[in-house]
């Protein structure tokens, strides 16, 4: 099955920098790849996805790239914030498969005021 | 609206018991699905109900089941209750399935001590 592998496990910045949190899957047949966040006591919520059809895609101050021959996708979150600071989980997935659904192991990103 | 809630939030059980665990889904929303979220596995499916139809089974054994309900409310199910059952179970709805707008409830905290 898919093994998708997250990078770096723990990631702290300060407040206004960037930070960048990396992924890579294995099986080729992955369409879509969806980034979560978690926050303490809450689920994880949907922040931005990208399809294989695309390779980069950007909302105000997140970005997603995708590299589909090295199998590798990456967030970028710009001028970091204090409420920034949670767990990120990406993902891998055959589009609307749920069985072919598959998460990193997550970054917990600390931003430092 | 009201987002997906799940009950009850924190459960303690012993080893060979049964828990079930209830999740109601936002309003109008068809599918539910179930996740399984523990420190040394990450985040992984364990199964989609739709229509009161399981639709998608995860890589989990038997003693883990689930129904939903002609409200689309679902419950899970996991007999004979094992030390490393203990996790945080996430609950996700969507109006038809779709892994893009899948909204995720709090999760319940299970401990099987």
């Known amino acids: 099955g898919e093994n998708v592998e997250q990078h770096p496990s723990t990631l702290s910045v300060q407040e206004g920098d960037s930070a960048v949190i990396k992924c890579t899957y294995s099986?080729?047949?992955?369409?879509?790849f969806p980034w979560y966040k978690q926050e303490l006591g809450k689920g994880p919520q949907l922040i931005i996805d990208?399809?294989?059809?695309?390779g980069e895609k950007k909302d105000q101050r997140i970005a997603v790239t995708l590299n589909k021959t090295a199998k590798h996708f990456s967030l970028h979150i710009t001028e970091t914030q204090p409420e920034d600071s949670a767990v990120y989980f990406c993902?891998?997935?055959?589009?609307?498969?749920?069985?072919?659904?598959?998460f990193g192991s997550g970054t917990k990103l600390n931003v430092k005021p | 609206k009201a987002g997906v809630t799940q009950t009850p939030r924190y459960l303690i059980k012993t080893r060979g018991q049964q828990v079930t665990l209830s999740c109601s889904p936002i309003?109008?929303?068809?599918?539910v699905s179930w996740y399984q979220q523990t420190p040394g596995q990450g985040l992984q499916f364990l199964f989609e109900?739709?229509?009161?139809?399981?639709?998608n089974k995860g890589n989990f054994p038997g003693r883990f089941s689930g129904r939903q309900f002609s409200n689309s409310r679902s419950e899970m199910n996991v007999s004979t209750l094992e030390l490393g059952d203990s996790a945080l179970y996430l609950c996700?709805?969507?109006?038809?399935?779709?892994?893009?707008?899948?909204?995720f409830g709090p999760g319940t905290r299970l401990l099987v001590l």
């Open positions: 109900y739709f229509s009161e139809t399981q639709r």
């Open positions: 990208i399809r294989s059809n695309v």
């Open positions: 309003s109008g929303h068809r599918s």
């Open positions: 099986d080729s047949a992955s369409n879509y």
């Open positions: 993902a891998a997935s055959i589009w609307h498969n749920f069985n072919k659904f598959y």
């Open positions: 996700a709805s969507s109006l038809a399935g779709s892994l893009r707008d899948q909204y």
